[in-house]
């Protein structure tokens, strides 16, 4: 997963523990991005356990991906006022401290605001490690570091489901948070040991705070739009108010970042076609794999009645899938082109979704779910390849920040949009909610790939 980076200047003499701090910082990577599918497997015990309804248990996902996208380009901001190393030891506290009260929370409003907590704190960690990595590499060194850290992602997303079945079914779902606050005081104790000293940066620039409140809030107003348009319906006057408070959000934002002296984005840069179809299949293909956990998890354990084990170890293969998807995408669009195989990964997660859709069972759910996911892992490569392929050097980290935002957005949106057509099933009323919510993701897929093929460039396309 990208990030913005801004930091791009570099030492004369390579740091002697530049692969070691590579490590350390990747490992705080992988816990952020662990917690956007560990919390996946644990969800029905949550609600359970504190008595939560499908809406609450929606932004249990929704709030960590919502405050980390809609703050990423504010942490990568100040990542550059105010010093790398500073901003990754603050992140990283924080991150602690909210995986704790998460961890502890013994009501939804608890278990909430630690997950907004966490999702600010990734916000604050993500951008500023990576801007360390960049900084203490060079040359081909500093490629194959962004090629770990890239990997990241994919590991991260198989890591969490199985970490999150072992969990619940062992010590229990608040453990999917506790085990973050021993690994996060090792890894802050030796970071502030490890990393380099770094002098205050010079500037005066600041931080776009307006800009950065309007995006969270209207990303935020659509989502709930989303979820309450599972029970209350998609034309009922509160989801059409949500809906339009959206919109007037998003126009202020646009109008906030033409007239801001250190605006968050430059938006004409989503004009642009490479970025508007690579931010385009990076929230499609996010919103796609986030649905299948999301859908997954209540399916295998309160549908099949599968403990959270045994679910994690059927979410394996989907997992895998996507890494496999990912790697194969990497190896051959070169040859094939970004345009074919965006269309052609989002058929097959097309195909992928529309067997649970059509055929009731647990094979077929985990065969039809891995073949999805396979064809989003592909989507991740072309995204990421295509919004960044044909950008100038001075634009490579603020385009990253888009791309990164938007696939934050697109785990918020998924989650809510699956809940809310699924909700019936979800709540334990129906079993058709589950053929609705593939379905809608099928549909979604289609509908992408359609666009992907307008929207997409050749290789040998200009912006």
């Known amino acids: 997963m990208a990030q913005p980076v801004t930091v791009t200047t570099t030492s004369p003499h390579p740091h002697p523990q530049r692969w070691k701090t590579l490590g350390l910082v990747g490992v705080a990577q992988l816990m952020l991005i662990l917690d956007v599918t560990v919390v996946a497997i644990a969800l029905p015990h949550m609600g359970a356990d504190l008595g939560l309804e499908r809406e609450a248990l929606t932004w249990v996902v929704s709030g960590y991906t919502l405050a980390f996208g809609g703050l990423l380009l504010l942490g990568g901001r100040a990542a550059d006022l105010f010093g790398a190393r500073r901003l990754v030891l603050a992140g990283l506290l924080l991150f602690i401290a909210a995986s704790l009260t998460a961890g502890l929370a013994n009501n ?88 380099p000293p770094q002098p205050r940066p010079i500037g005066d620039g600041r931080l776009d705070v307006p800009g950065a409140v309007l995006v969270t809030a209207a990303t935020g107003s659509l989502i709930y739009a989303l979820i309450q348009a599972g029970d209350r319906g998609w034309g009922t006057p509160v989801t059409l108010i949500l809906l339009g408070t959206a919109v007037a959000l998003y126009a202020a934002f646009v109008a906030r970042q033409r007239l801001a ?79 074919a195989l965006a269309v052609l990964g989002l058929l097959v997660a097309a195909a992928g979704m529309a067997i649970p859709a059509l055929w009731e069972g647990t094979l077929t759910m985990v065969i039809g779910v891995s ?31 888009i791309v990164s935002t938007f696939h934050e957005f697109g785990a918020s949106l998924g989650a809510a949009v699956v809940s809310s057509v699924a909700a019936a099933s979800i709540a334990g009323t129906s079993t058709t909610g589950f053929a609705r919510g593939f379905t809608t993701g099928a549909v979604i897929a289609v509908t992408a790939a359609v666009l992907a093929l307008i929207l997409t460039p050749n290789a040998r396309s200009s912006q």
């Open 108 to 195: 939804g409003p608890m278990l909430l605001g630690g997950r907004v907590a966490q999702g600010l704190a990734a916000a604050i960690l993500s951008p500023a490690a990576l801007s360390l990595v960049v900084t203490i590499f060079d040359g081909e060194e500093r490629n194959k570091a962004l090629g770990i850290w890239s990997a990241l992602g994919g590991g991260g997303a198989a890591l969490g489901v199985l970490l999150g079945g072992l969990l619940t079914a062992g010590p229990g779902w608040p453990w999917v948070f506790f085990i973050n606050v021993p690994v996060g005081l090792v890894l802050l104790l030796t970071l502030r040991i490890q990393l």
């Open 371 to 401: 073949i999805a996911s396979a064809g989003t892992g592909a989507v991740f490569v072309v995204a990421s390849a295509t919004a960044l392929g044909q950008v100038q050097p001075h634009e490579a980290g603020l385009v990253s920040g």
């Open 261 to 339: 002296a250190s605006p968050l984005m430059d938006v004409r840069l989503l004009l642009r076609r490479p970025v508007a179809a690579g931010t385009l299949l990076i929230l499609v293909a996010t919103a796609l794999m986030i649905s299948v956990f999301f859908l997954g998890t209540f399916y295998l354990q309160d549908h099949r009645g599968y403990g959270a084990l045994r679910t994690g170890l059927l979410f394996l293969p989907v997992a895998l899938a996507t890494m496999v998807g990912a790697s194969s995408a990497g190896r051959v669009i070169g040859r094939a082109g970004a345009r």
